[in-house]
C-alpha cells in the first residue's frame, strides 16, 4: 500500500502553485528517465506475458490464470496513474485537475493492492499444487480458478473504497503523485500497512516455506513415498514464482515500513526521515511492476521461448495470421511429413496429389 511519509497540509483539491519544489533540473530528469523507462518496460512485459499465455497451450493452466491477473493489475498503473505522474515531474506541478487526481490515485491503490492479493493467490496456488497434489484439480479447475481471481479483484476493490471517504487520496509534491495521505490516522494506517502488506506477505512466507521444505526432503530421499513427485519442471516454477514475491517484499517494504513508523510515532519519526529516502522507496516501489515480466523471461523457459515467438511474429507482421507454435509443433508430431518426390509428388494418405508447380520446402513446415 502507498504510504505517506509525514502529514502534508495539501488541499484535496491541487493547486500547482502550492505543489512546486526547487529541486536541481537533474533531479527531475532522473525521475523522469526512470519512470519512462519502468511505464515502457511494463506495459510491452505485461502484454508479452498476457500474450504468451493466450498463445501457448503449455502456459494456458489455473497458475497462470493468477499470472496474467497479476500482469493486468501492473497493467494498470503504466496506463494511466504513471503518466500523470510524468505530467507532473515535468511541470513541477499537478495541473490536471481535482478527478484525474482522485483517478488516478485510486487506480495506484487497485494495482498495488490488487498485485500483493494476486501474489498471494499465487502464492497459495502453488502450495496446493506442490503440497497437496491430490486434490489439487478438484479445488483448482478451470471453473474455480476464475471464481478466486474474481474474488481476489473484488477484495481489492473493497479495500480501497474506504479511501473514498475518508478524503485520504491526495496529491504529494515530493513524489509528484496523488496517492494515499495516511498519517492524518495512526489507527487507520497500521491497519492497512497490516491487512495490505504485512498478513499478505506472512500467508505466503508460509506458503513458500512449506514448499521449500518440500522440496528439500525430495531431494534428500526423505520424502514419504506415498506423496507425489516433484518434477524438475514445477521446481523452476515455483522458484520463478517465489522471485516475484521476494522482488515485491524488497520494493515495497521500504515505504510501507515508513509509513507503519510515522503511524506509530509520527512526532518522532517524522523530522528523522531524509526526504531523498522517502522519495527513493516510491520509486523503488513504482519500478516492481515492469520486474514481473522480467523475471518470467529470465526463469521461465515456456515464457521466453514463447516472447521470442511473439518478438518475431511482430517484427515480420504475422502475429494474427499464424497460430501458436506449440499448437503447429503438435500437429507436426501427431502426423507425418509429407515426402517430396522426384517428380513433385506429394504422397498423402495413399492418394497421389500432383503439384505443376514445386512447393519450396520451407513452406512445407512454416508455423
Not at 482522485?102 to 497459495?124: D, E, P, R, W
Not at 495516511?182 to 500497512?193: K, L, N
Not at 524438475?232 to 514475491?245: A, G, L, Q
Not at 522480467?294 to 515456456?302: E, M
Request: aromatic share 14%.
Amino acid at each position: 500500500m502507498i504510504i505517506n511519509g509525514s502529514h502534508l497540509n495539501i488541499s484535496t483539491t491541487p493547486d500547482p502553485a502550492d505543489a512546486v519544489l526547487n529541486r536541481p533540473p537533474w533531479v527531475t530528469t532522473t525521475l523522469g528517465c526512470f519512470l519512462i523507462f519502468t511505464i515502457v518496460v511494463d506495459i510491452l512485459g505485461n502484454l508479452l506475458v498476457i500474450f504468451s499465455v493466450y498463445r501457448n497451450k503449455k502456459l494456458r493452466n489455473a497458475g497462470n490464470i493468477f499470472v496474467v491477473s497479476l500482469a493486468v493489475a501492473d497493467l494498470v498503473v503504466a496506463i494511466y496513474p504513471y503518466p500523470l505522474v510524468l505530467s507532473s515531474i515535468f511541470h513541477n506541478g499537478w495541473s490536471l485537475g481535482y478527478m484525474h487526481c482522485q483517478i488516478s490515485g485510486f487506480l495506484m491503490g487497485i494495482s498495488v493492492i490488487g498485485s500483493i492479493f494476486n501474489i498471494t493467490g499465487i502464492a497459495i496456488n502453488r502450495y496446493c499444487y506442490i503440497c497437496h497434489s491430490l486434490k489439487y484439480d478438484k479445488l483448482y479447475s478451470d471453473k474455480n480458478s476464475i471464481c478466486y481471481v474474481l474474488l481476489i479483484w473484488a477484495l481489492t476493490v473493497v479495500a480501497i473504497v474506504p479511501n473514498l471517504f475518508v478524503g485520504s487520496l491526495q496529491y504529494d509534491p515530493r513524489v509528484y503523485s496523488c496517492t494515499f495521505e495516511q498519517s492524518a490516522s495512526s489507527a487507520y494506517t497500521i491497519a492497512v500497512v497490516f491487512f495490505h502488506f504485512i498478513l499478505p506477505i506472512m500467508i505466503v512466507t508460509y506458503c513458500y516455506l512449506r514448499i521449500w521444505i518440500l522440496v528439500i526432503q525430495v531431494r534428500r530421499r526423505v520424502k514419504p513415498d506415498n506423496r507425489p513427485k516433484l518434477t524438475p519442471h514445477d521446481v523452476r516454477n515455483f522458484v520463478t514464482m517465489f522471485v516475484v514475491f521476494v522482488l515485491f517484499a524488497v520494493c515495497w517494504a521500504p515505504l510501507n515500513f515508513i509509513g507503519l513508523a510515522v503511524a506509530i510515532k509520527p512526532e518522532v519519526v517524522i523530522p528523522l526521515i531524509p526526504e531523498w529516502l522517502f522519495v527513493s522507496s516510491y520509486f523503488m516501489a513504482y519500478f516492481n511492476s515492469c520486474l514481473n515480466a522480467i523475471v518470467y523471461g529470465v526463469l521461465n523457459q515456456n515464457f521466453r521461448r514463447e516472447y521470442k515467438r511473439i518478438v518475431v511474429s511482430v517484427c515480420t507482421a504475422r502475429i494474427f495470421f499464424q497460430d501458436s507454435s506449440n499448437d503447429a509443433g503438435e500437429r507436426l508430431k501427431s502426423k507425418p511429413s509429407p515426402l517430396m518426390t522426384n517428380n513433385n509428388q506429394v504422397k498423402v494418405d495413399s492418394f497421389p496429389v500432383h503439384f505443376t508447380n514445386p512447393i519450396p520446402h520451407c513452406l512445407l513446415f512454416k508455423t
